[in-house]
């Protein structure tokens, strides 16, 4: 009989279905057990131990201060502050509550671990969320008509001045337009109808223009006064480009040789600098006037250094020339926040834009538009670097510096753009092209914030070098 019982006790311990009945306490028979002895003990020592607990309590305790917190899960939960964050989690937890138990209960779980998520990376706000892109407008401000424009990729038509005002040069004619005012004003025309404008370059400080035409001359004009200054012969063919180094005005021909002007005195031409055997249609001075690029048919970039104070008749030296480009350079950008940097378009057979360092004169990036590269300008506003475009695209690129990746494309054009130029206050460029149309493209306006800090920046140091005048 003993040995019958031993076989039922270990039967009944290989079931697992059964209760252990001589096993540890569960912990919340423990937790239970533990409290009511702890409530116990704290009665005074000269009560009784048959005094009911309620008598116990102090009176002054809040009511419902000991009431437990409800053990069905999913309850809500006392929350000492309930803010925006936190109002996600409450109303998901009294939701779940009142809802019927879930036939799956695999697919409450992942519902609820979705709404967690939820609230945590949506209700804290992280850097990238806040990131603003500005809107660049696809469609331009203004269109205005320029009727007899010459469709010549080596001319340079177009330039604005630091006084806001827009020269155009249409086919024999120069007209200013006051982008202030709405004012247009025949400035220039030339006496014979065979001879046309071929280049356009304000001075500095927007008093003065100088026009360069296809009879070899060079005008200098007052446009306030509406007069010709002077008209300066020393070019054996077209001027096709013009640049501006305070007194030192600069000129390329189709002869391919440059000049510069001395406008202070009557024998002008102070130095002659031959680098390029074809026409010179691209020519800037670097905003500190150190050098002077010039961009040629040749296919070459040049670089020339300042002209020297008292230098007469004088050969410039060449600095260094640059062979990079497979097509005509016109266009040419100096960078104003890193005088040392210079951009240069190549034409149809190059499509290339390149970014060199002058000092060195290695190329730091290049990049293939796939299109003719007629124009470049900076926008400092977001630095950024801006494209016209002929054959085969016909539009104007937003480039971001230096990475050269595509931020914008302004189309709008029917023909190829041939020049574009930037507003004084850098937030609109003007483009003209062989459409016959001048579109202006407000694309770099500064957000309102960092305009005021700027401008804050701006007078502060204003300020400080009138008081170091003084």
Not at 111 to 126: F, I
Not at 221 to 239: C, G, I, P, Y
């Amino acid at each position: 009989m003993a040995q019958f019982g031993f076989e039922n006790d270990v039967h009944c311990i290989l079931k697992l279905d059964m209760p252990i009945t001589n096993g540890p306490m569960a912990r919340w028979q423990r937790k239970a057990s533990s409290s009511n002895t702890s409530s116990l003990n704290t009665l005074s020592p000269g009560k009784s131990a048959n005094v009911s607990l309620s008598s116990s309590k102090t009176p002054n305790k809040t009511p419902g201060k000991n009431k437990k917190t409800p053990s069905k899960m999913g309850g809500d939960r006392f929350i000492p502050t309930r803010n925006n964050k936190q109002m996600d989690v409450a109303n998901f937890l009294l939701t779940k509550e009142n809802e019927p138990a879930d036939a799956n209960p695999a697919l409450s779980i992942v519902s609820s671990y979705q709404n967690n998520l939820k609230v945590l990376y949506s209700q804290v706000s992280t850097p990238a969320s806040l990131k603003k892109t500005r809107y660049i407008s696809s469609t331009p401000d203004k269109i205005l008509d320029a009727p007899g424009l010459r469709n010549d990729f080596y001319l340079n038509l177009l330039d604005w001045s630091s006084r806001n005002v827009l020269a155009v040069a249409l086919d024999n004619s120069v007209y200013l337009w006051d982008a202030s005012q709405g004012d247009i004003t025949l400035l220039v025309k030339m006496e014979r109808e065979e001879d046309y404008i071929c280049s356009l370059s304000w001075t500095k400080e927007g008093s003065y223009l100088a026009v360069g035409t296809s009879d070899c001359k060079v005008q200098l004009w007052d446009v306030e006064n509406q007069k010709r200054l002077r008209s300066m012969t020393s070019h054996t063919a077209r001027v096709s480009s013009l640049s501006w180094n305070d007194y030192i005005l600069s000129s390329g021909s189709r002869s391919g040789h440059i000049h510069h002007h001395d406008v202070r005195v009557a024998d002008h031409l102070i130095s002659t600098l031959a680098g390029h055997s074809q026409e010179v249609c691209g020519l800037k001075w670097s905003p500190d006037g150190r050098y002077l690029a010039s961009g040629g048919n040749d296919n070459l970039v040049c670089l020339w250094p300042r002209v020297q104070e008292g230098s007469s008749n004088s050969e410039g030296q060449l600095i260094r020339r640059l062979s990079e480009h497979q097509g005509a350079v016109k266009a040419l950008a100096w960078c104003p926040w890193q005088s040392n940097i210079l951009a240069s378009g190549g034409g149809t057979s190059d499509r290339h834009i390149r970014i060199w360092n002058v000092n060195s004169g290695s190329c730091v990036s290049s990049l293939d538009t796939q299109s003719q590269v007629s124009s470049l300008v900076f926008a400092p506003n977001y630095k950024e670097l801006v494209s016209a475009h002929g054959f085969a695209h016909h539009n104007v690129v937003i480039w971001k510096y230096p990475s050269l990746s595509k931020v914008s494309e302004l189309n709008g054009h029917d023909g190829r753009v041939l020049s574009l130029v930037l507003s004084p206050d850098n937030t609109t460029v003007a483009t003209v092209a062989g459409d016959e149309t001048i579109r202006l493209w407000k694309s770099f306006e500064m957000d309102p914030v960092k305009k005021k800090a700027k401008e804050r920046l701006f007078s502060s140091a204003s300020s400080v070098i009138h008081q170091s005048i003084r």
